[in-house]
């Protein structure tokens, strides 16, 4: 590959050319992707960008800065078609955001996506964004970790394929997943049934996440058997959790009390996950959120761990990330302001 950025001749000084070589054992197709929509996908990233392609020879023109993000961007495609994964828009929209954040700095796209969580069902779990990767890493480096960010960024996901695959190495002997029942702003009323199935709306997002992992034939048998427990956070009061992989989900709807007795389950040889958006409190009244204050109160103890993830991780529609965005710039201005709503506090 090329690696001098030359000015173009005819145009304008600050214009710069880059020409890329896709390598011989790799068709052009398996890195532009069906009907070019990488190509399509990297210009609509990085507008100040025009890319052609000839043969194996890619042409990169624009700016300086346009021209080394997409440079990078390419040259990531590259990489992970050599892998052998696909390239698609999506892939290009990662390498975007990769490329353009200063958390990228140093890293390469196929490194972020090769890294397997989990290999079930005929499907590989991967990180998808820089954030999920290191989201992962701080899992397995901290006995606690707390997953902070907006929804669709994988934080509950990511913590149960991490639990599986702790359960099937025999690193631990049962997975726990509990959260707090709070009603999301709508008043449910009467349930009737069993206390399991008046629970169970609650814990349904955690057994969708099961069941995309494990034979659904044997979630009866391994729940029946104590390997695996899905029940309310009032569960977990009086309880030593030793040999477990713990996740508590949707945090931010537990009382700073309740964070407190929740932490302080943990037995021997286990790890703990808490995931949250801040945002998205759905306390009565006034309450106070303990997903809002334990950093506070936890700041600087080792072995415990914070992971903010931002609307770049997000990994549902596109759309998703942007009205992330939206409601953030909304809440800071006069009128919008999370202060002046009854739950107080600013977002982490």
Request: hydrophobic share 35%.
């Amino acid at each position: 590959m090329a690696d001098a950025l030359t000015p173009t001749p005819g145009r304008a000084p600050e214009v710069l050319e880059q020409k890329l070589a896709i390598p011989d054992h790799l068709s052009p197709f398996q890195v532009l992707g069906e009907n070019d929509q990488a190509l399509a996908a990297l210009e609509d990233a990085v507008p100040d960008t025009d890319v052609h392609v000839r043969g194996h020879e890619v042409t990169l023109r624009g700016t300086q800065d346009a021209l080394r993000r997409s440079e990078n961007i390419m040259r990531s495609l590259i990489d992970l078609a050599g892998t052998g994964q696909a390239v698609t828009t999506e892939a290009v929209q990662r390498a975007a955001n990769l490329y353009g954040d200063d958390r990228g700095s140093g890293q390469k796209l196929d490194k972020v996506l090769s890294r397997t969580v989990l290999s079930s069902r005929g499907r590989t779990i991967r990180p998808k964004t820089l954030g999920q990767q290191k989201y992962i890493e701080t899992i397995e480096s901290s006995t606690i970790t707390f997953g902070i960010g907006p929804a669709g960024t994988g934080k509950t996901y990511l913590a149960v394929a991490m639990a599986v695959q702790q359960l099937l190495n025999k690193q631990i002997t049962r997975i726990i997943l509990t959260r707090p029942a709070v009603e999301a702003g709508e008043k449910l009323g009467f349930l009737p049934g069993s206390l399991n199935e008046k629970i169970d709306p609650y814990l349904r997002p955690l057994n969708d996440a099961l069941h995309d992992m494990l034979d659904p034939d044997s979630i009866p048998r391994l729940m029946a058997a104590g390997t695996i427990e899905v029940a309310p956070l009032a569960y977990m009061r009086g309880r030593t959790l030793n040999d477990a992989f713990i996740i508590l989900d949707e945090a931010q709807n537990t009382t700073p009390e309740q964070m407190k007795m929740f932490l302080t389950r943990l037995g021997f040889n286990s790890t703990m996950v808490v995931t949250g958006d801040v945002t998205q409190v759905d306390l009565p009244g006034s309450q106070q959120s303990g997903l809002r204050v334990v950093e506070q109160v936890l700041s600087g103890i080792d072995d415990i761990s914070f992971c903010r993830l931002s609307s770049r991780d997000v990994v549902r529609h596109s759309l998703v990330s942007d009205i992330v965005d939206a409601y953030g710039r909304w809440e800071i201005r006069p009128g919008g302001s999370r202060d002046s709503r009854h739950r107080g506090s600013s977002a982490t």
